[in-house]
């Protein structure tokens, strides 16, 4: 019978420069779910990241349990075809006269510089990539000619070439203005329909849009809240996470917050 699961981890801590980074982390993540995971700077979302990109590895201990696609035991070329994750920080490495194809392409050799003698293939699916996701008139442009909405949807696509199993957002959203904010959020939500299934790692919950079937939320490296918005997302689970005294309410599809007077 197939595996349920493509992440599995039980009792499962890692240390990073002497510091417990993930501590005791049970979680299941489902193959047809989108994941939303949010908390404050400092709540060990990125130590989640790079424990499942396998730059950290957990202590080996007798009750711990670790599987990525149902094994404990991954190559590391394997884990990067089936799972994308798309870290904006890289834009300042990118060659500022790297065309947007260019860019693309790149993603199926793990790069970020002008691929030379690309096969018709690859070519032909970067295309269709481009194609589906509405970058036609961005495909000949210099990377430094776009706005910063457009680098990080350009990134994604990158992401998307390889046709990733699991397609991993980290904070998407941050340092952007509001043109650029509701963008990059409707263009996340057009991605549903392609087959990668979605995590997102953010602070910000605006980003907690109706494609998310489930909210996972983490303060002090310590799973708070899990299960669907309607489970999840309320005054009290918000007002724990952030340490806040805030009101919370949906309108329109999105999640809004309010100051209490």
């Not at 394997?78 to 798309?86: A, D, P, T």
């Not at 340092?175 to 057009?190: A, H, M, P, R, V």
Request: proline share 2%.
């Amino acid at each position: 019978m197939a595996n349920d699961y493509w992440l599995e981890a039980k009792n499962i801590s890692c240390f990073k420069n002497g510091y417990e980074v993930v501590k005791n982390l049970t979680l299941k993540l489902k193959n047809n779910e989108n994941v939303i995971l949010i908390g404050p700077n400092g709540s060990g979302k990125s130590s989640l990241l790079e424990l499942i990109n396998r730059n950290i590895y957990p202590v080996i201990k007798k009750d711990a349990v670790f599987k990525v696609f149902n094994k404990e035991l991954i190559n590391i070329w394997e884990l990067r075809k089936r799972i994308s994750v798309v870290n904006y920080d890289v834009k300042s490495r990118i060659n500022p006269n790297l065309k947007v194809i260019d860019l693309i392409i790149s993603g199926l050799y793990g790069k970020y510089c002008k691929i030379s003698h690309i096969s018709e293939s690859d070519f032909s699916c970067a295309e269709i990539l481009i194609q589906k996701m509405s970058l036609t008139n961005l495909s000949e442009k210099n990377f430094s000619h776009l706005s910063e909405g457009e680098k990080q949807i350009v990134l994604i696509a990158r992401a998307l070439i390889k046709k990733p199993e699991v397609l991993i957002f980290d904070e998407p959203i941050a340092n952007l203005d509001l043109k650029s904010k509701f963008y990059i959020l409707d263009q996340i939500n057009e991605l549903t329909k392609l087959n990668s299934k979605i995590i997102c790692i953010t602070h910000d919950i605006s980003m907690i849009t109706e494609i998310y079937n489930r909210v996972i939320m983490l303060k002090d490296r310590t799973i708070i809240a899990d299960g669907t918005q309607s489970e999840t997302i309320n005054n009290k689970n918000i007002n724990n996470l952030f340490d806040i005294n805030i009101d919370v309410k949906k309108h329109r599809g999105f999640w809004h917050i309010y100051r209490k007077n």
